[in-house]
């Protein structure tokens, strides 16, 4: 009896929430994405985390259809009215990804595929780019040109790729806008750095990002150790490897190579 008044109390003290209180998230196109009930989120940066999951991407904007932003007060007013069972929230469905591979207009209109099918190609063709970039830090004495192609017969090529491969070049954009990016040193004692642009980030700052962890005396420093007099080594440059990509962080390992 004890527990049913104690259930009873814990109940009495929740807010008085509809059971069927629902948020539909739709497109700027006007296309239903998902319905979510509304007794889920507290906040409306938890229903926003939820829809980028959903999205597949590193975070979202939502308005309501009046066009005000979606934020804690509209929240808890559709949580509490009662005679509103159904809130409709825009989402804005900007993919910085797709916008930086121009398969995305800024209206968010998408190119030649469903957003799903664009999603996995740009994906794929973007860690390839990323790769590339660091290949320019690792090899930047050898004056090399990296290409990389587009394998995807089902859509035309966006106009980086126009003759079907992409030439990296320094102010060629390879890490999408607003994409947390966390640059991990391969040594110990290292400080992991996190770093965000709300603007594409080019190849040439992504080297320079990574060249930032190996200053002169780092190289010197690493020509003295016994590794390099082992191998009579008289360069070290610094290399950065690309350990994870996609739309919600990017990790790249710091780290050296002798020659």
Excluded at 77 to 94: C, F, G, I, N, Y
Excluded at 143 to 164: C, M, N, Q, S, T
Aim: aromatic share 6%; glycine share 4%; with cysteine.
């Amino acid at each position: 009896q004890a527990s049913a008044q104690h259930r009873h109390a814990a109940t009495s003290q929740r807010p008085n929430i509809p059971p069927l209180a629902m948020v539909s998230i739709v497109s700027m196109a006007g296309e239903e994405l998902l319905t979510l009930e509304l007794k889920d989120f507290d906040v409306a940066e938890q229903l926003k985390m939820e829809v980028a999951k959903y999205l597949d991407v590193a975070s979202c904007q939502l308005i309501t259809s009046s066009g005000d932003a979606f934020d804690d007060a509209q929240l808890l007013e559709a949580k509490s009215d009662e005679s509103r069972q159904r809130l409709t929230a825009v989402v804005s469905t900007e993919d910085p990804l797709l916008q930086m591979l121009d398969l995305q207009d800024v209206d968010g209109t998408l190119h030649g595929a469903p957003r799903a099918a664009l999603r996995r190609m740009a994906l794929m063709v973007g860690e390839k780019m990323l790769k590339a970039a660091c290949s320019l830090l690792q090899r930047a004495a050898d004056r090399r040109i990296y290409k990389v192609d587009w394998p995807f017969d089902v859509l035309e090529a966006p106009p980086a790729f126009a003759p079907g491969f992409c030439t990296i070049s320094p102010h060629l954009p390879v890490i999408p806008a607003k994409t947390p990016v966390i640059l991990v040193p391969n040594s110990t004692g290292s400080t992991v750095t996190r770093y965000v642009s709300e603007e594409p980030t080019t190849a040439a700052e992504v080297i320079t990002l990574c060249s930032r962890s190996f200053p002169p005396e780092v190289e010197r420093e690493l020509l003295r150790s016994p590794k390099a007099r082992e191998i009579n080594a008289r360069e070290v440059f610094a290399t950065a490897t690309v350990k994870q990509y996609s739309a919600q962080e990017i990790v790249i390992e710091l780290g050296h190579e002798f020659c």
